[in-house]
């Protein structure tokens, strides 16, 4: 099985930019997410390897195998490159069978009716389907009709699975469940697969690399834990994580000969890092879960109130703040704290993500200055 | 050295470039195909537009033995000066032209009240009954045109202008000549044909107005009445202007009721006028009419875009299929029920009862028990009857029509539902181009072309050979292409929206599959669209088989229809013989279409009104 490679992608519809200047290896056997928000360009690039969307300017291969040059003007027809696509809404045809439906693809492929017969029968079972062959997709449940589509793609053994934001027609607790299905097939069939979603739990859950876009354009391209560890820029920073990353902006300076981040009358004293400099315009970026919530020191300026507590069950967020500036904390002790008690606060070690408020572009991780 | 090398690998590129760019195209035929359709459009409707333009501004050979100085075939303002200019001006234009305008106002008028009372009796009352009324409702529009016109005749018209009495004077009531001929009856019974538009549009306006909105406005304190004003009725307003835009479009080519109605006392209008210039020979002046009726049409319909377009947005409201407000009648039921029932008698009921009697009257305007006979219906020729016209079931000529009425109906529907289906498909998958953009308005075209109008252009069009095309004038296959081209509006809206309905992604997973264009359309797209293609039939066969207008002119005597041969007898005077051809034309259409309506399990009123 071939890896894709996009070389300088594009495309536009006149004016309005989808993908801009677009390259990515997606690497054989390996479970690529795009994740963004809606209109980043991330359907259309999947449509384009698919080969329903052409690209206005660039370069496609799967393996050595061209399949979209726009300067050669040339197309691979989609039925030739070897891909199966789920789409969001399933697509299943509603005047053929599950049966007929899987089977379609292998008519195409002119597979014998005795393979076919086999080869449905086979897929039907590894997902859990093979008692509804006969039904019409109206018969279905979502979560079934989920199946079915992606038996139907299976069914041709493509070498690329495409997938179009699959799960989110199911509700919340189907949708866990078929997440759990979705790795495990990938890791027992090793099968390249393109995963299109918005969903930043479900890249980070599923993915084995994770692609950000944004805009059209490409933000990051990472393992998902080190997407989450190090945002590259302040848009992937936001984007990936829930609740969302706490946010500071501020400018570098000196105080009382100690380097730190001034904000809003609050004073964050910083270990110095190279690229971040005197007068810098920055924001600081922290996690809720690297953030501790302390007694109060009268000796220290970071002394903060409570502002509201939620518990989710499993965890506990707490929101503080001292005048504008607010931080939401994941808190480790199981405490209620009511609203205007004082605290302190305290982060984690090498926790402290410092953008650039200009390129917004990440300069270094530091921590605070005991 | 280097640049000659560069030079060829450029020419590759080229050629590379074009062999993949037209491989391409071959793949994915919808742009191909548009061009095709868009081709066959222009000829067909286009084409026809500008021929006729040209015939007006052309010597015709006759008039050209009337001027000296002038050859046949020559550039001529002649026809411009005679219609709009010379002292002939009022008979060839100016007086038909205010004739036309004189009905088609206050006809509008009184249509879109009676389609819009009945459409809010029927949605938003609980009028017993509602359902079946519904039903009922859109029979005037199932019936030929001029089923009324002929039993209006039959009961009001008089002896002052020659021929029998008619049921009123037998009964000793002697109508004035006004009620019997002329404006009043032309505007009455078209009104009652075509209150059927507002009916539909206003009910499905009414229909699909999101009660969240009304009941807003209740929450909020308004009573029911003020809610009707403040809230309903402006969200109904683009329907009830659309219906009135569409009557008044429609009744500028109305042929039939001002040809029974108008010419006994010469009471004529633009489409009459162009009709007996054609029989008299003078086509470049019915040529000028007609332009003249598709610019009228066509203006009223540009000045319904302009208001309703930039309000479209309440019309467009997807409201849930929820509970409505329905309003109760209360103490008023029995009287309305009463009006509405004796509403549908006089328009549907005694029109064909009368019609069914006159069919058995020997002497005309004699009503007495005595003077009944089958003669009409079974008698073999009679000199001193009628000058020998056998009754209509012995008659060959009549099975003849019918059997072309048949014929036409069902070979142009056909026709219809395949080109609605082609162009539909491509004009919702080259959605925002300019070829899906043109080819969507030139289908819809004919529409506001009017009936006559249109049947006129396809005669100067097809009366000689063009081209590779022989001269179609007097063949069948001439029928079924007007009807095809003129009914095409109803079928393509269909296709649109069916396509629409079905997306993109149906046959993308098809694509995915490897599934070829044509295993696509056979396949997936086709058993997908069948439903949506029958009951798209079935309008278009409706319209064939009830048509005179577009016909009339075309029509040869071996081509003859049911409705022609109407029209042919009512010109004679021979009402019997008519009356009897118009009631195996109601029964043929209606069978017709309880047959069609029974296997798509479709619904004549959804296609309705376009």
Redesign the interface.
Request: hydrophobic share 40%; charged share 20%.
């Given at each position: 099985m071939p890896d894709i490679v996009l070389e300088n992608v594009t495309k536009s519809w006149g004016e309005v930019i989808a993908v801009k200047n677009f390259s990515l290896k997606i690497p054989d056997g390996s479970f690529m997410c795009f994740l963004g928000p809606s209109g980043c360009g991330k359907t259309t690039t999947l449509r384009m390897i698919?080969?329903?969307e052409e690209p206005t300017k660039g370069k496609i291969y799967m393996g050595d195998k061209l399949v979209y040059s726009s300067?050669?003007?040339?197309?691979m027809?989609?039925?030739?490159r070897d891909?199966?696509?789920i789409?969001q809404?399933y697509?299943?045809?509603?005047?053929m069978t599950v049966f007929q439906n899987i089977a379609?693809?292998l008519e195409?492929?002119k597979v014998s009716s005795q393979d076919t017969k086999k080869r449905v029968q086979e897929i039907a079972k590894l997902m859990g389907i093979d008692d509804l062959l006969k039904r019409y997709p109206s018969e279905l449940s979502g979560g079934q009709q989920q199946r079915v589509a992606l038996a139907?793609?299976l069914a041709?053994q493509p070498s690329c699975l495409l997938m179009d934001e699959p799960l989110s027609n199911l509700d919340a607790k189907l949708r866990v469940d078929m997440r759990t299905e979705l790795k495990r097939i990938h890791s027992k069939t090793k099968q390249t697969i393109v995963y299109v979603t918005h969903d930043q739990i479900e890249a980070l859950s599923l993915g084995t690399q994770v692609v950000v876009m944004n805009k059209g354009e490409l933000q990051q391209i990472d393992e998902p834990m080190e997407l989450y560890k190090n945002p590259s820029n302040l848009f992937v920073a936001e984007f990936v994580g829930t609740p969302r990353i706490n946010m500071v902006k501020g400018e570098i300076c000196e105080k009382d000969g100690q380097f730190g981040l001034a904000a809003d009358e609050l004073f964050f004293p910083l270990v110095k890092i190279d690229g971040v400099n005197i007068n810098q315009e920055v924001t600081l970026a922290v996690r809720p879960e690297d953030i501790k919530i302390t007694r109060v020191d009268k000796k220290k300026s970071l002394n903060f109130k409570i502002y509201s507590t939620l518990p989710t069950g499993a965890d506990i967020f707490t929101r503080v703040y001292n005048k504008k500036i607010f931080f939401t904390v994941r808190q480790e002790e199981r405490v209620i704290h009511d609203p205007e008690t004082e605290v302190g606060l305290d982060f984690i070690e090498n926790s402290l993500l410092i953008y650039d408020c200009k390129t917004e572009r990440l300069l270094g991780k530091t921590s605070l200055k005991k | 050295m280097q640049t000659a090398k560069k030079q060829k690998e450029n020419k590759n590129?080229f050629f590379?470039?074009f062999s993949?760019?037209t491989r391409?195209s071959f793949?994915n035929p919808p742009f191909i195909l548009s061009i095709i359709l868009f081709v066959i459009l222009l000829y067909l409707i286009i084409g026809p537009l500008v021929s006729m333009v040209q015939s007006s501004l052309t010597l015709h050979p006759r008039d050209a033995l009337f001027l000296d100085d002038e050859n046949a075939g020559d550039f001529t303002t002649y026809y411009l000066v005679r219609t709009f200019l010379s002292n002939m001006k009022n008979v060839l234009f100016y007086k038909p032209f205010l004739n036309t305008l004189i009905v088609i106002f206050p006809m509008s008028a009184i249509a879109v009240l009676i389609g819009g009372i009945l459409a809010w009796l029927v949605v938003r009352t609980d009028l017993p009954g509602r359902r079946f009324f519904a039903r009922i409702a859109i029979t005037p529009y199932i019936l030929p045109s001029w089923t009324l016109a002929l039993a209006w005749i039959n009961i009001f018209k008089n002896r002052t202008i020659g021929g029998s009495a008619g049921i009123l004077e037998y009964l000793g009531i002697t109508p004035p000549t006004w009620m019997s001929f002329g404006p009043l009856p032309i505007i009455i019974v078209m009104a009652l044909h075509y209150y059927t538009f507002s009916f539909l549009l206003i009910g499905s306006g009414l229909r699909e107005i999101d009660t969240r909105l009304e009941e807003s406005a209740l929450v909020l304190g308004a009573d029911q009445k003020i809610t009707i004003r403040k809230i309903v009725f402006p969200l109904i307003a683009p329907a009830v202007l659309s219906g009135w835009v569409l009557t008044i479009a429609r009744g500028v080519g109305s042929f039939s009721a001002p040809a029974f109605l108008g010419r006994p006392v010469n009471f004529q209008v633009l489409s009459t006028k162009l009709f007996s210039n054609l029989q008299t020979g003078s086509p470049g002046i019915a040529y000028l009419l007609a332009l003249v009726m598709i610019l009228l049409a066509i203006s009223f319909i540009y000045v319904n875009q302009k208001i309703v377009g930039t309000r479209k947005g309440f019309v467009t409201i997807t409201g849930k299929a929820a509970t409505k407000n329905i309003v109760k009648l209360g103490k008023a039921t029995p009287l309305i029920m009463t009006l509405v029932i004796l509403f549908f008698t006089f328009v549907v009921f005694v029109p064909i009862i009368v019609l069914a009697i006159e069919t058995f009257v020997k002497v005309p305007g004699d009503y007495s028990l005595s003077n009944f006979t089958l003669q009409y219906w079974i008698g073999k020729g009679d000199p001193h009857i009628l000058s020998g016209t056998p009754g209509v079931l012995r008659s060959p000529e009549m099975w003849q029509a019918t059997w072309n009425s048949l014929k036409l109906g069902l070979l142009s529907s056909f026709f219809c539902a395949i080109a609605g289906l082609l162009i539909g498909y491509t004009v919702v998958r080259l959605r925002g181009t300019f070829l899906s953009k043109s080819l969507d308005q030139v289908s819809f075209l004919p529409y506001l072309i009017p009936s006559i109008a249109f049947g006129a252009i396809y005669l100067s069009l097809f009366a000689k050979p063009r081209g590779f095309i022989p001269s179609l004038y007097g063949t069948f296959a001439l029928l079924i292409l007007v009807t095809t081209v003129k009914n095409l509006p109803f079928a393509t809206r269909a296709g649109i929206s069916g396509m629409m309905q079905l997306?993109h992604?149906?046959e993308?997973?098809?694509?995915?599959?490897?599934?070829g264009w044509f295993?696509r359309m056979r396949?997936?797209i086709m058993?997908?669209q069948k439903s949506n293609l029958l009951s798209g039939i079935l309008l278009p066969m409706v319209s064939a088989m009830r048509e005179l207008s577009l016909l009339i002119i075309l029509i040869t005597p071996g081509t003859h229809l049911l409705t022609t041969l109407t029209f042919k007898y009512t010109d004679y005077g021979y009402y019997s013989i008519s009356n009897a051809l118009l009631l195996i034309n109601i029964f043929v259409v209606l069978i017709l279409c309880a047959i069609v309506q029974k296997i798509t399990k479709s619904d004549l009123s959804k296609g309705l009104g376009g």
């Open positions: 698919a080969g329903l300067e050669e003007a040339f197309s027809s989609p039925g030739d891909v199966g696509l789409f809404s697509a299943l045809w509603p005047h379609f693809g195409m492929s139907r793609s041709p | 590129l590379k470039r993949n760019i391409r793949r997306g992604e149906i993308e997973a098809g694509i995915i599959a490897g599934a295993t396949r997936l058993p997908l």
